[in-house]
């Protein structure tokens, strides 16, 4: 907590993006104020429900705006694949579904943010954390966060997309083995989301994660629905939440996001035209 305290108070307190007003539930009715980065001191959080592809886009945008990602549940794995004395105790909480405590988080991403800090790194985009109104009000007390991405994708397609999980046990490679292919109702649109499938050389190998069970995962969006959504309303009470319906697969929604932000991802425009 300490060492949180002590990095955080570091940043500036001037901010790079403009001021963001209060924006509607979704990126097809309203879009931010112009948003200019000159790609340092970037402070984002992403928040969503377990699976919706919070780490998949906050890497991207990291890589794009020149900040590091910090996943909390990265940092959680680490631990648990550490074997040090919490591992043990660690593995019961996350197999069972339920939130690692408040004070383990922040322990954990304290010593993230000081190991970032003597490798002079400057901002970051959090995901996963905070996912407590208690999180939040910390973090709030010794930062300012620029922009908060809610990102949201109805339940259904969250429960096929955790339950298509696969790692590549050799090479650590993510993929998904589900198809997602919902037809318009009166409620939703039509919804694609084609699998990512892996290379010939990794097909063999994939492993699922362990809480990757439907049980595990209908009570990760329950706690999710009852701990988190408060945080939610906590950011748009503020002024600084951006709530984006995932409308696809990863390339329609990327470029909606970018779209939204009013970003542009040179690299993959290159990569398109080759």
Not at 103 to 132: C, H, M, V, W, Y
Not at 232 to 241: N, T
Not at 264 to 272: G, L, T
Request: hydrophobic share 35%; proline share 5%.
């Amino acid at each position: 907590m300490t060492v949180l305290n002590r990095f955080l108070l570091k940043q500036p307190k001037h901010t790079i993006f403009q001021t963001l007003r209060t924006f509607s539930s979704s990126y097809s009715t309203s879009s931010p104020q112009s948003i200019k980065s000159d790609g340092q001191n970037v402070q984002w959080v992403f928040l969503g429900c377990p699976g919706v592809g919070k780490g998949t886009y906050a890497s991207r945008l990291s890589k794009l705006v020149g900040v590091p990602h910090i996943a909390t549940g990265d940092l959680v794995r680490d631990e648990l694949s550490s074997k040090g004395p919490l591992s043990q105790q660690l593995a019961e909480i996350v197999n069972q579904g339920k939130l690692v405590s408040d004070e383990f988080i922040i322990n954990l991403l304290s010593q993230r943010l000081q190991a970032g800090e003597a490798k002079g790194e400057s901002g970051f985009i959090l995901d996963g954390f905070p996912r407590t109104i208690r999180q939040a009000e910390i973090l709030e007390g010794v930062t300012n966060i620029d922009l908060v991405i809610n990102l949201k994708l109805r339940e259904e397609a969250l429960l096929a997309k955790c339950l298509g999980r696969r790692t590549c046990s050799q090479c650590g490679g993510n993929y998904n083995v589900a198809c997602i292919d919902f037809k318009a109702d009166d409620k939703n649109p039509a919804m694609y989301m084609p699998p990512l499938l892996p290379p010939e050389e990794c097909a063999s190998k994939l492993i699922t994660r362990s809480d990757d069970t439907e049980q595990v995962v209908k009570e990760r969006l329950r706690i999710y629905n009852e701990k988190s959504r408060p945080v939610e309303e906590f950011y748009r009470s503020r002024g600084k939440l951006l709530e984006f319906d995932l409308p696809g697969g990863i390339p329609e929604s990327w470029t909606k996001l970018l779209q939204v932000l009013n970003l542009d991802d040179h690299e993959d425009k290159r990569s398109a035209a080759a």
